[in-house]
């Protein structure tokens, strides 16, 4: 499902999805360049894994998430968008999260 460009109704899914999975989710939209009928924007999506996440079990520790969209606009609204998400970066915060160091 996240392997592959989403368009904005798998989106809006997968953002809901991650929402319910961590209870302090936040957008940050690093960068928006927009010509003619066209935006990308490149976002950070964080939040604090509390529930289980596309195979991927709670951490106690912040995660990040980069997506890069590309929009298509026609009167003003948005009529579509894809996405691409870096999921091995959130593999590897998953990863990290979850080594345990013992004395």
Known sequence: MIDEPMDFDGMVALINTIKAAMDDFSVSVEEILA???RVVTQSTFTGTLVRPL??????????SLSAVT??????????????????????????????????
């Open 35 to 37: 010509e003619g009928d």
């Open 70 to 103: 590309f929009w298509s606009i026609a009167r003003g609204q948005i009529v579509d968008g894809q996405s691409q998400l870096d999921t091995a970066e959130l593999a590897r915060h998953i990863q990290r999260s979850s080594v345990r160091f013992t004395a």
């Open 54 to 63: 596309l195979g991927f079990e709670p951490s106690d520790r912040l995660l």
